[in-house]
Nanobody, 117 residues
Framework: QVQLVESGGGLVQTGGSLKLSCAAS????????MGWFRQAPGKEREFVAA???VYSDSVKGRFTCSRDNAKNTLYLQMNSLKPEDTAVYYC???????????????WGQGTQVTVSS
């Protein structure tokens, strides 16, 4: 089992950058596939990134997912932010590399990202 806590969200202007972190507890962080998802008001939770190589088309080239297993931390570097990136961002842990939220077993509480126009 793993507990996840996101941080780093906030308010940023269009074109700005933010770096989200997801701190994991437990000794098994390195064994999990990690992903990022987001959910905007009134919309379903959507895939953002998984592993360090799979990205949604909407963020490809702007967002970078990375992890530091020694620090039990997952990151999401977000550049060239747009108003449509506004959402609550969640990190998740699972056993398969997937774009489907249901394939992830553990979730953080989320961190709000707001991009002003």
């Amino acid at each position: 089992q793993v507990q996840l806590v996101e941080s780093g969200g906030g308010l940023v202007q269009t074109g700005g950058s933010l770096k989200l972190s997801c701190a994991a507890s437990g000794r098994t962080f390195s064994t999990y596939i990690m992903g990022w998802f987001r959910q905007a008001p009134g919309k379903e939770r959507e895939f953002v990134a998984a592993g360090s190589t799979v990205y949604s088309d909407s963020v490809k080239g702007r967002f970078t997912c990375s992890r530091d297993n020694a620090k039990n931390t997952l990151y999401l570097q977000m550049n060239s932010l747009k108003p449509e990136d506004t959402a609550v961002y969640y990190c998740a842990a699972g056993n398969v590399l997937s774009v489907t939220p249901g394939d992830y077993h553990y979730w953080g509480q989320g961190t709000q990202v707001t991009v002003s126009s």
